[in-house]
């Protein structure tokens, strides 16, 4: 058997990072490809690239391609009239991340090089595909009689790749994130396994964000799982990449569970940082020291289940005050699938005409609504006192509380020391929610 090596094809950005300031402005890095790169020179893995990018990175991609050890770095196309920039605003992915790609329409596509070429140079025995606005039914069309694995990262401009090709794919990769996943496969397998009724697929991936991630294998009819990995994330681009180039990896090839918790322990390394060093040296110390992946704990929340998980929001959401923050949280749990409970919109609000019959209905509903809730916020906006004795009620009957006080006005000890943690920022509330909810099976 010849020595596993991986083609990867797509297109490389320039990730900007608005929300990350450096004394040079926003934070910058080449992205697309580049984050398989990092992941696949981190374990010492044989790879090339094969990419399509605007003339003015063509210097940068060739530095980066030989400090990251590829085998081979070969320009498919050239990309003119738009700079493939990337603007992040969310790093964290704490809710939509608001990726926008820098006057994409204009972007013309020329193919300068063969992809069977480049294939006979490189002999490689796997080919990831990352999907782009470049004509990828044509690579899959070059590819049709390729013999080694290809494994295709579905997140968007995909869903045409498979229409006119009938060859066997060995892994199809997708993410909860991606509209692909919620809107055209319905947020389900069984969306998928129906949107890809007809095709030969060996493998189907589905990452979970930070729930973890399954494998179903369909002429196994097993379902293999992994949890995700807590680190104080500092963003999310790329997370997914690093996954999906461990996971295809030969590493651990007769243990499914423990490539996938590799994979996800890689990729939790890569949101800890954007130190290229600082990862490789994380990764390959993880890699040569856990001897017992299987046992290492982690969190496991899967897409479907987070839908029936109820968050009570407890915070002064009265007409009269800026709720855009409590606003901003809702769509953020609502991205990762959870349901938050907000009962002022649920059941009402108390006024001044109401009898005193009705404010007590009113006041046991919300009761109830805290009673069928699963994990509660408390959003420290104002001196609330409402919200103050709701976090009290929902401490004392054992379920998980979370203090979000985003101005960092809290002082009082019996205010900080009941919840069972105390977030800043949405990101941090969002990481701990699936901490306290996520639990591997």
């Not at 995909?158 to 919620?182: A, G, P, Q, V, W």
């Not at 919109?345 to 069928?372: C, P, Q, V, W």
Request: with cysteine; proline share 4%.
């Amino acid at each position: 058997m010849p020595k596993q090596t991986v083609l990867v094809i797509g297109e490389v950005f320039i990730d900007t990072h608005l929300d990350i300031i450096t004394e040079n402005g926003p934070l910058v890095r080449l992205g697309g490809v580049f984050h398989s790169a990092r992941a696949f020179a981190s374990l010492g893995l044989n790879y090339a690239l094969a990419y399509y990018a605007p003339a003015y990175l063509d210097d940068d991609i060739n530095e980066w391609s030989l400090y990251l050890n590829t085998k081979g770095c070969y320009k498919l196309g050239n990309i003119s009239k738009a700079p493939n920039i990337m603007l992040v605003n969310e790093s964290k992915e704490a809710g939509a991340q608001g990726y926008y790609n820098i006057i994409k329409d204009q972007a013309e596509y020329e193919d300068l090089e063969s992809i069977r070429k480049i294939v006979d140079i490189i002999n490689p025995t796997d080919i990831l595909l990352f999907p782009g606005r470049y004509d990828t039914s044509k690579i899959m069309l070059d590819l049709h009689d390729f013999p080694g694995k290809i494994h295709i990262d579905f997140h968007y401009d995909s869903e045409h790749i498979l229409h006119d090709n009938d060859r066997k794919i060995e892994s199809i990769i997708l993410s909860t994130s991606s509209i692909f996943y919620k809107d055209l496969c319905g947020g389900t397998l069984a969306g998928v396994l129906e949107h890809f009724n007809n095709k030969e697929i060996h493998q189907f991936l589905v990452k979970e964000n930070r729930g973890g991630s399954f494998c179903y294998i369909p002429e196994e009819d097993r379902q293999y799982e992994a949890p995700s990995y807590y680190v104080p994330t500092m963003h999310s681009v790329g997370v997914g990449d690093v996954y999906n180039s461990v996971f295809i990896s030969e590493l651990f090839k007769t243990d499914m569970e423990k490539r996938m918790r590799l994979a996800a322990l890689c990729a939790a390394q890569y949101a800890e940082t954007m130190d290229y060093k600082k990862f490789r040296d994380n990764v390959q110390l993880v890699h040569t020291n856990i001897s017992d992946l299987n046992k290492l704990a982690g969190i496991r929340l899967p897409w479907t289940d987070r839908r029936d998980l109820n968050i009570y929001m407890a915070a002064p959401d009265f007409p009269n005050v800026d709720t855009s923050l409590l606003d901003r949280l809702s769509e953020c749990l609502l991205y990762h699938n959870f349901t938050p409970r907000l009962p002022i919109r649920e059941n009402g609000i108390a006024s001044k005409t109401m009898s005193f019959g009705e404010k007590l209905n009113l006041y046991y509903k919300d009761i109830a609504l805290m009673h069928e809730s699963d994990l509660l916020i408390a959003i420290l906006l104002y001196n609330d006192p409402g919200t103050l004795v709701e976090l009290g009620m929902f401490k004392q009957v054992g379920k998980p509380t979370i203090l979000f006080d985003p101005f960092n006005c809290c002082e009082n000890m019996f205010v900080l020391y009941t919840p069972d943690y105390v977030c800043k920022n949405i990101a941090d509330v969002i990481d701990t929610v699936y901490l306290c909810l996520g639990k591997e099976r």
